[in-house]
C-alpha cells in the first residue's frame, strides 16, 4: 500500500502529481463545503454514489477509520449492544468509546493452520443473534487483511429480517465493486453502511476513503452526515478528495477496466506458477467453497519452517521487496493496481531463489521445534469488566507483567498487523494473555 506504488493511475488529462498545489484548496466559494455539500462535492459524492450503485456515498479524509467511527455513531447509542467479531479494527474501539456502545464480541471462523481469521458464517451470525437478542447493530470485517471475505448478502438478509444494521468493512475490498473477478461488493446488498479505504488498492492518495449507504439502508443521510462531522476537519483536503473523484472515475473508465483485468491477469500467471513451483513457502488459497468470497490479490505465505516475521523482514531488507505485513505464521504481499509486469517478475524470482536455497539448505516443517504455536482463539475471547468508554475515562497505571493478572487493560494490545486486539481498553487480563503482553508491561484501571 498504498495501489497506486507511486504511479499515478488516473484519466489522461488529470494530474494531480504535477502540480499538487494547484489543487491543495479549501473551502472557498464555488467549492462547497464537506460538511453541508450543496454543490460541486454533492454533485461529485453523488456521481461517486452512482458508480457504486449506492443511495449516498461521502468522501472520508481521516482513512477508512473516520468512516467506521461514524457509522458506528450513526447506528448505536450509549449502553446499546453492539455484535463485533474479535478481528474488527483498532478503529471501531475508537467508535466504542465515543458511542458508549456495548461491545458483545464473538470469534469468526478461524484458520489455525494458516494462523488466519476466517469468514463470519450464517450459523454463527445465527446464533449470536439468538444469544443476544438485544443487539442493536453488527459490525464486521469483510474481507480480512488477507482477503477472506464472508457471505454478506446471507448476513445482511439475516440482519435486515430483524431489523438489526449491518455495519460492513470492506476496507480492504476497495476494488471488488469495479470487476466482476472479484467477490461482490457489499455495497449491492442489504447493508446498512459500507466503508471502503480506496488508498489501500484503489488507487487514490494515502488516508482517502469512501462510505456508504447502500439503498434501503437503516442509517438516515443527514444522521450519518452528522456523526462525520463530529469527527471530520473542517478543512478537508481537495487534493484528497480530487484523488477520490478521479480514482472512482479511472476504476470505472475503459483504461482502468483494463488495468484491473492486467492485474488479475499478472496476478493468477503468478500464482499459479508459485504454486506448482515452491517447494518450502506455501501459499494461501482457501477452500473451494470460499473461493467465490476470496481476494487473490492478497498473497499470504507461510514457510514450513520459519517464522514469518524473520524470513518477511530478511526478504525486504536484503532483497528489496516490502511485504504488506508479517506475523509469526505468515507474511501477506500485495498484488496492487499500480504494479507492473517487472515487478511481479521481480517478486517471482526473488521468492524462487529464496525457496530453492531454503530447500536446499533442508528446511523442514518444523513449525512445532522452532517453539512457534498458533495463538489460541480463545486467548482472544475477553472477560469484560468495564466498557471500553468507562476503562477509557478511568485514570491508569504501568504495571509489570508480574502484576497483570486479573488487572483490567486501559489501553489496547495488539499482538501484531493487522491490528487485531488481544485486550481492549475494559477487559481483565487473565493467565492466557500474559504471553501476549509487552515486556514492558501493561497500563492497566488504577
Ligand atoms: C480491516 C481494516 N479496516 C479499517 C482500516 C482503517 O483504514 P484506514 O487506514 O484507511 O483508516 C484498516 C487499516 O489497516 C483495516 O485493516
Same mark, same amino acid.
Given at each position: 500500500?498504498?495501489?497506486?506504488?507511486?504511479?499515478?493511475?488516473?484519466?489522461?488529462?488529470?494530474?494531480?502529481?504535477?502540480?499538487?498545489?494547484?489543487?491543495?484548496?479549501?473551502?472557498?466559494?464555488?467549492?462547497?463545503?464537506?460538511?453541508?455539500?450543496?454543490?460541486?462535492?454533492?454533485?461529485?459524492?453523488?456521481?461517486?454514489? &452512482?458508480?457504486?450503485?449506492?443511495?449516498?456515498?461521502?468522501?472520508?479524509?481521516?482513512?477508512?477509520?473516520?468512516?467506521?467511527?461514524?457509522?458506528?455513531?450513526?447506528?448505536?447509542?450509549?449502553?446499546?449492544?453492539?455484535?463485533?467479531?474479535?478481528?474488527?479494527?483498532?478503529?471501531?474501539?475508537?467508535?466504542?468509546?465515543?458511542?458508549?456502545? &456495548?461491545?458483545?464480541?464473538?470469534?469468526?471462523?478461524?484458520?489455525?493452520?494458516?494462523?488466519?481469521?476466517?469468514?463470519?458464517?450464517?450459523?454463527?451470525?445465527?446464533?449470536?443473534?439468538?444469544?443476544?437478542?438485544?443487539?442493536?447493530?453488527?459490525?464486521?470485517?469483510?474481507?480480512?487483511?488477507?482477503?477472506?471475505?464472508?457471505?454478506?448478502?446471507?448476513?445482511?438478509?439475516?440482519?435486515?429480517?430483524?431489523?438489526?444494521?449491518?455495519?460492513?468493512?470492506?476496507?480492504?475490498?476497495?476494488?471488488?465493486?469495479?470487476?466482476?473477478?472479484?467477490?461482490?461488493?457489499?455495497?449491492?446488498?442489504?447493508?446498512?453502511?459500507?466503508?471502503?479505504?480506496?488508498?489501500?488498492?484503489?488507487?487514490?492518495?494515502?488516508?482517502?476513503?469512501?462510505?456508504?449507504?447502500?439503498?434501503?439502508?437503516?442509517?438516515?443521510?443527514?444522521?450519518?452526515?452528522?456523526?462525520?462531522?463530529?469527527?471530520?476537519?473542517?478543512?478537508?483536503?481537495?487534493?484528497?478528495?480530487?484523488?477520490?473523484?478521479?480514482?472512482?472515475?479511472?476504476?470505472?473508465?475503459? &483504461?482502468? &477496466?483494463?488495468?484491473?483485468?492486467?492485474?488479475?491477469?499478472?496476478?493468477?500467471?503468478?500464482?499459479?506458477?508459485?504454486?506448482?513451483?515452491?517447494?518450502?513457502?506455501?501459499?494461501?488459497?482457501?477452500?473451494?467453497?470460499?473461493?467465490?468470497?476470496?481476494?487473490?490479490?492478497?498473497?499470504?505465505?507461510?514457510?514450513?519452517?520459519?517464522?514469518?516475521?524473520?524470513?518477511?523482514?530478511?526478504?525486504?531488507?536484503?532483497?528489496?521487496?516490502?511485504?504488506?505485513?508479517?506475523?509469526?505464521?505468515?507474511?501477506?504481499?500485495?498484488?496492487?493496481?499500480?504494479?507492473?509486469?517487472?515487478?511481479?517478475?521481480?517478486?517471482?524470482?526473488?521468492?524462487?531463489?529464496?525457496?530453492?536455497?531454503?530447500?536446499?539448505?533442508?528446511?523442514?516443517?518444523?513449525?512445532?521445534?522452532?517453539?512457534?504455536?498458533?495463538?489460541?482463539?480463545?486467548?482472544?475471547?475477553?472477560?469484560?469488566?468495564?466498557?471500553?468508554?468507562?476503562?477509557?475515562?478511568?485514570?491508569?497505571?504501568?504495571?509489570?507483567?508480574?502484576?497483570?493478572?486479573?488487572?483490567?487493560?486501559?489501553?489496547?494490545?495488539?499482538?501484531?498487523?493487522?491490528?487485531?486486539?488481544?485486550?481492549?481498553?475494559?477487559?481483565?487480563?487473565?493467565?492466557?494473555?500474559?504471553?501476549?503482553?509487552?515486556?514492558?508491561?501493561?497500563?492497566?484501571?488504577?
Amino acid at each position: 500500500m498504498p495501489a497506486h506504488a507511486g504511479h499515478s493511475l488516473l484519466l489522461p488529462g488529470v494530474d494531480l502529481a504535477r502540480d499538487p498545489y494547484r489543487y491543495d484548496l479549501t473551502e472557498l466559494e464555488g467549492l462547497d463545503v464537506l460538511s453541508e455539500p450543496s454543490e460541486c462535492l454533492l454533485e461529485s459524492q453523488a456521481g461517486v454514489a &452512482q458508480q457504486f450503485g449506492v443511495g449516498y456515498s461521502y468522501f472520508l479524509v481521516n482513512g477508512a477509520s473516520v468512516g467506521l467511527i461514524a457509522a458506528l455513531l450513526a447506528a448505536i447509542k450509549p449502553g446499546e449492544k453492539v455484535l463485533l467479531p474479535r478481528n474488527v479494527h483498532r478503529s471501531v474501539l475508537s467508535g466504542l468509546i465515543l458511542s458508549g456502545a &456495548q461491545p458483545v464480541w464473538f470469534l469468526p471462523e478461524r484458520l489455525p493452520e494458516w494462523g488466519l481469521w476466517g469468514a463470519v458464517s450464517l450459523e454463527n451470525l445465527t446464533t449470536q443473534l439468538h444469544r443476544h437478542p438485544d443487539v442493536r447493530a453488527v459490525c464486521i470485517t469483510s474481507p480480512t487483511y488477507e482477503g477472506i471475505g464472508s457471505d454478506v448478502q446471507e448476513l445482511s438478509a439475516l440482519c435486515r429480517a430483524q431489523g438489526i444494521t449491518l455495519i460492513v468493512d470492506e476496507a480492504h475490498g476497495s476494488l471488488w465493486p469495479f470487476t466482476e473477478q472479484l467477490p461482490a461488493s457489499a455495497c449491492g446488498f442489504e447493508c446498512d453502511a459500507v466503508i471502503h479505504s480506496m488508498h489501500k488498492s484503489g488507487g487514490s492518495l494515502t488516508q482517502s476513503a469512501l462510505a456508504h449507504l447502500p439503498k434501503g439502508s437503516r442509517i438516515a443521510p443527514d444522521v450519518f452526515q452528522q456523526a462525520l462531522n463530529a469527527l471530520q476537519t473542517t478543512s478537508p483536503s481537495y487534493l484528497l478528495m480530487a484523488s477520490l473523484e478521479a480514482s472512482v472515475a479511472f476504476l470505472s473508465s475503459a &483504461q482502468g &477496466q483494463s488495468r484491473i483485468q492486467g492485474l488479475m491477469e499478472k496476478n493468477h500467471a503468478l500464482r499459479r506458477h508459485l504454486a506448482e513451483t515452491l517447494q518450502t513457502f506455501r501459499l494461501f488459497q482457501p477452500a473451494e467453497d470460499w473461493l467465490g468470497f476470496w481476494d487473490p490479490c492478497k498473497l499470504y505465505f507461510r514457510h514450513s519452517s520459519l517464522p514469518g516475521e524473520e524470513w518477511g523482514a530478511y526478504i525486504e531488507s536484503e532483497r528489496q521487496i516490502a511485504y504488506e505485513s508479517a506475523s509469526p505464521e505468515g507474511v501477506l504481499y500485495l498484488a496492487n493496481l499500480g504494479l507492473e509486469a517487472e515487478d511481479f517478475e521481480a517478486f517471482r524470482q526473488v521468492l524462487q531463489e529464496e525457496d530453492k536455497w531454503l530447500a536446499a539448505a533442508g528446511a523442514t516443517d518444523s513449525m512445532a521445534q522452532a517453539g512457534l504455536e498458533l495463538p489460541n482463539p480463545s486467548v482472544l475471547v475477553p472477560e469484560m469488566a468495564l466498557l471500553p468508554r468507562e476503562a477509557f475515562f478511568c485514570n491508569g497505571e504501568r504495571v509489570s507483567l508480574t502484576q497483570a493478572l486479573g488487572r483490567v487493560a486501559k489501553e489496547t494490545i495488539v499482538h501484531c498487523p493487522p491490528g487485531i486486539p488481544v485486550l481492549f481498553p475494559g477487559e481483565r487480563i487473565q493467565e492466557a494473555h500474559l504471553a501476549f503482553l509487552p515486556e514492558e508491561g501493561v497500563l492497566v484501571i488504577r
